[in-house]
């Protein structure tokens, strides 16, 4: 099933971000990276760039990448920062927007960032604050920055009280999303990745969930299933981001699984020998499904389904699968009451009446859900 409202060619696949003079082009397909030169000298004629990217993807990816610039005389200088989610803190903020202010560049060009979904959202916020703005490219190198964090402008970084609690929306200019670069990923990033992957199926896509129990195979064997499950999941978001861009209302969904998720995220300190994200979201989601359950909202079969699927792939489905010392509740309930959906101190979750039926509950009752989480800490 080809993405709606999507341009399809013969090696690549086009998603449109609709926001009016601020849509952009999600561009998908192996060894797009390539024309990075080509799309860039088309678009932006006559600016120069910055790479934001991190010490691993460099030594993977950056020479195709500068490669491609330089084949259009496109002048460009490059910014290395350290891998892993500490570098999205106030330190990795200040190196960041020194090094692009050291390179002279001006408000008309750009910030490219090449990397997984920490250099993403750590580009994103330089691009959106030094000089007060300058325009941006995401080149995502993970699964989950292709089918998540790289497209809808969501960017920040994380602080002592919580994830993504320091940041703008951004819209990117363009992003071009290369499949071919996901072989270079550990099997682990890579099922971390597939976690928001499913997550479009469970929020209001039960046939696209049912699509995956079919073929996950051959998305991390690297066949064409898994252009299109990148493709599904960026038409999924796009059509949420352009519908409900500043997160006013429906584009809370898109958090199945992550107001749980961020707050083990943040027991572990994001350490990510313990925990990376997608398996934060992957146990968040099961926690989700679980506390509907628990109030009667969703069947248990539907837990055990999303449960089976997600261990088929080998993703962790319960917080004792956390290495290290599990928390005491009061701080993951400190970590959800930081929550960025919290209104008027009232907890907002995302919860399920069934498969792909997911729903925003506001007002969730923090007596019932302390309860929750200290049966599955025990």
Same mark, same amino acid.
């Given at each position: 099933?080809?993405?709606?409202? +999507?341009?399809?060619?013969?090696?690549?696949?086009?998603?449109?971000?609709?926001?009016?003079?601020r849509s952009y082009d999600i561009v998908i397909g192996r060894s797009v990276l390539g024309s990075l030169g080509a799309r860039f000298a088309a678009q932006f004629p006559g600016a120069r760039a910055v790479f934001i990217t991190d010490r691993t993807v460099a030594g993977l990816h950056l020479a195709a990448a500068e490669e491609s610039l330089s084949a259009h005389g496109i002048e460009h200088q490059v910014l290395v920062m350290e891998p892993g989610e500490k570098t999205k803190s106030y330190d990795g903020l200040i190196k960041a927007c020194?090094?692009?202010?050291?390179?002279?560049?001006?408000?008309?060009?750009? @910030?490219?960032?090449?990397?997984?979904?920490? #250099?993403?959202?750590?580009?994103?916020?330089?691009?959106? @604050?030094?000089?007060? $703005?300058?325009?941006?490219?995401?080149?995502?190198?993970?699964?989950?920055s292709q089918v998540d964090s790289s497209v809808g402008g969501k960017t920040g970084i994380n602080t002592a009280h919580g994830k993504n609690l320091l940041g703008l929306?951004?819209?990117?200019?363009?992003v071009l999303a290369?499949?071919?670069?996901?072989?270079?990923? +550990?099997?682990?990033?890579f099922r971390a990745g597939y976690a928001e992957?499913?997550?479009?199926g469970l929020i209001n896509q039960p046939d696209f969930f049912e699509w995956l129990e079919r073929n996950w195979q051959g998305i991390f064997a690297g066949g064409p299933e898994r252009e299109e499950a990148v493709a599904r999941s960026?038409?999924?978001?796009?059509?949420?981001?352009?519908?409900?861009?500043?997160?006013?209302?429906?584009?809370?969904?898109?958090?199945?699984?992550?107001?749980?998720?961020?707050?083990?995220?943040?027991?572990?300190?994001?350490?990510?020998?313990?925990? @990376?994200? $997608?398996?934060?979201?992957?146990?968040?989601?099961v926690l989700a499904h679980e506390f509907s359950a628990r109030l009667g909202l969703c069947d248990p079969a539907v837990t055990d389904r999303?449960?089976?699927?997600?261990?088929?792939? $080998?993703?962790?489905?319960h917080i004792g699968a956390i290495p290290g010392q599990l928390?005491?509740?009061?701080?993951?309930?400190?970590?959800?009451?930081?929550?960025?959906?919290?209104?008027?101190?009232?907890?907002?979750? #995302?919860?399920?009446r069934g498969l792909g039926q997911s729903f925003v509950e506001k007002g969730v009752d923090p007596v019932q859900l302390r309860a929750f989480l200290e049966e599955k800490l025990a």
């Open positions: 099933m080809a993405p709606q409202a +999507s341009e399809q060619m013969a090696d690549e696949t086009k998603v449109r971000v609709a926001l009016g003079d020194d090094g692009v202010l050291d390179t002279r560049l001006e408000r008309g060009d750009l @910030v490219i960032a090449l990397g997984g979904g920490v #250099i993403g959202d750590l580009a994103g916020f330089v691009a959106g @604050v030094v000089r007060r $703005g300058m325009r941006f490219v995401q080149v995502p190198t993970t699964l989950l929306f951004n819209q990117p200019h363009l290369d499949t071919a670069v996901l072989d270079t990923l +550990s099997p682990r990033e992957v499913a997550k479009y960026c038409q999924a978001k796009a059509d949420v981001v352009a519908a409900d861009e500043k997160e006013a209302d429906q584009r809370a969904l898109l958090n199945l699984g992550h107001t749980f998720g961020h707050a083990l995220e943040g027991m572990a300190e994001y350490d990510a020998e313990r925990l @990376v994200h $997608g398996e934060g979201v992957a146990i968040g989601m999303v449960v089976a699927h997600l261990q088929a792939v $080998g993703l962790p489905t928390p005491k509740v009061d701080l993951l309930m400190d970590f959800i009451a930081q929550d960025k959906k919290v209104s008027r101190g009232n907890l907002t979750f #995302i919860l399920t």
